[in-house]
Each structure stands twice: as C-alpha cells, then as structure tokens.
C-alpha cells in the first residue's frame, strides 16, 4: 500500500523529467519553439527542477530500488532499448534519451538533497 501511494507520487515527477527529455532529444518537432520554453521555465522557476530532484531523491530511499528505477525507464521509454537485446534503428534521439536518463539517475543518487 504505502509502496503504491509512493510510486503514485513518483509518476508525476518523472513524467515530467521525460518529458523535458524528449523535448531536449528533438521529439517535440511540431510544438519545439514552445516546449523548449516550458522546459526553460521548469528549469530556472522557484527551482521546479531542483525540488522534483529532490523528491526524486526521498522517493528513492523510500521505494524499493528495482521498482524505483524500473519506473524511471518506463517513463522515458527505454525499456526495449535497455534489455540486452540487438535493436534496430536507433536513432540519435534514443541515444539522447538513454544519456538523460543516466544523468537523471546519477543525479537522483549522486547529489545531495
């Protein structure tokens, strides 16, 4: 119970990051000039990215770590990309993804809250 009330706030948080990903990673064509200024907003307003950080980083201590991190690859999309097997047609914009993903990760574990 208390595991899926963690996750529930979990979700949000790295929706969110995967989506400022995406935007970073040339997903967002059609919309690109106005995501890049939401993402912009989100980074440097009252410090929406350091505070979903940090609470990133409670949740990890909290949540067991196999579903915290398998969460995170959901929500970026990598699951396929990250299983040990050959895939093809990765593109640049999966290779972006998978290195937002790692930075967020190393963030989430190597910077102090």
């Known amino acids: 119970?208390?595991?899926a009330f963690?996750?529930?706030?979990?979700?949000p948080l790295v929706a969110v990051s995967a989506m400022a990903a995406q935007v970073r990673a040339g997903l967002w064509a059609r919309n690109g000039?106005?995501?890049?200024?939401v993402?912009?907003?989100y980074s440097i307003y009252e410090g929406g990215a350091e505070l979903d950080l940090f609470m990133m980083q409670c949740l990890a201590v909290l949540?067991?770590?196999e579903p915290f991190v398998q969460r995170i690859i959901d929500a970026f999309g990598l699951k396929d990309h990250l299983?040990?097997?050959?895939?093809?047609g990765v593109g640049e914009a999966c290779e972006v993804m998978v290195e937002e993903l790692l930075v967020l990760l190393m963030h989430i574990v190597g910077e102090r809250a």
């Open 1 to 3: 119970r208390r595991a």
């Open 6 to 11: 963690l996750g529930s706030v979990l979700e």
């Open 33 to 37: 000039r106005s995501m890049h200024q």
């Open 39 to 41: 993402v912009a907003i």
């Open 63 to 65: 949540l067991p770590r």
């Open 83 to 88: 299983a040990l097997e050959e895939t093809a």
